[in-house]
């Protein structure tokens, strides 16, 4: 047997080997990821319907000079908040806003805060049973004592993956397609003050990731969580959390006096 017969299994060993580590391999690859990335934090601001085309009616001042329609309708259908010029008599007293927090040590988990004030009911008793309290600066604006959903599409990247049905240790890192998280949040009516301005009501939610969801979120799994707009929905005409019928209340932005 002359020398090339010879070595030709060697090279065949090599060839496997070297596919071996190449298939193989690509299960554990790893992914780009920053030394840190928390906390998340957003304000939030009544939200309002976009200005479909063929709709608009006045114009943006240049240099963002964009079609525009007159006058803005908020996008909720139900839930308000105190403004002069809208409901007369009240003063702008909404702040809100929502923090996501990394617990890093084990075990680890995301915390999930959220406060928002002054949440009035719109135009009266739209929502029955939960507008029950009115407030002297405008009673057509009564507090609201229903639930508030915040949601955001979130896409994760993580090292929680494996075979379709069998994921077994679930060590592979992948991509999940992307999905919703929503949290609820509890509404309280605030405080006869008899001798100034009125405020509607405060939400308030103080929660974790596992606390919606239980082992969502898990140690060592090194996961970066892209999180897209979060929107804080009402609660429809029943006051609850995810109603079929809810719409958008606020949405992560700003304000400029």
Not at 108 to 121: L, Y
């Amino acid at each position: 047997m002359n020398l090339k017969w010879k070595l030709m299994p060697l090279l065949a060993l090599a060839i496997a080997a070297a596919a071996t580590m190449l298939f193989g391999g690509s299960a554990s690859a790893t992914h780009p990821r920053p030394k840190g990335a928390t906390p998340l934090r957003v304000s939030l601001a009544p939200t309002y319907k976009p200005c479909a085309p063929g709709v608009a009616n006045e114009q943006h001042g240049a240099p963002l000079a964009g079609l525009s329609c007159s006058p803005p309708v908020q996008t909720s259908s139900f839930l308000t908040v105190g403004t002069g010029d809208a409901w007369p008599g009240t003063i702008a007293n909404e702040i809100g806003s929502a923090r996501i927090d990394v617990k890093a040590t084990s075990p680890e988990d995301v915390k999930i805060s959220s406060t928002i004030t002054d949440v009035r009911c719109k135009g009266g008793n739209t929502v029955p049973g939960f507008c029950t309290t009115a407030n002297t600066d405008n009673a057509s604006v009564p507090d609201y004592s229903g639930q508030l959903q915040g949601n955001a599409t979130i896409r994760i990247t993580d090292h929680f993956n494996g075979p379709i049905g069998a994921c077994g240790a679930c060590t592979d890192p992948a991509t999940v397609q992307d999905l919703t998280f929503p949290v609820t949040t509890s509404c309280a009516n605030s405080p006869p003050n008899p001798v100034g301005p009125t405020v509607g009501s405060t939400c308030n939610v103080s929660t974790t990731a596992n606390g919606v969801v239980p082992s969502s979120v898990q140690d060592n799994k090194r996961a970066i969580v892209e999180t897209q707009t979060i929107n804080i929905s009402d609660g429809g005409s029943t006051g609850a959390g995810g109603a079929p019928d809810a719409t958008i209340f606020l949405s992560q932005g700003i304000f400029i006096p």
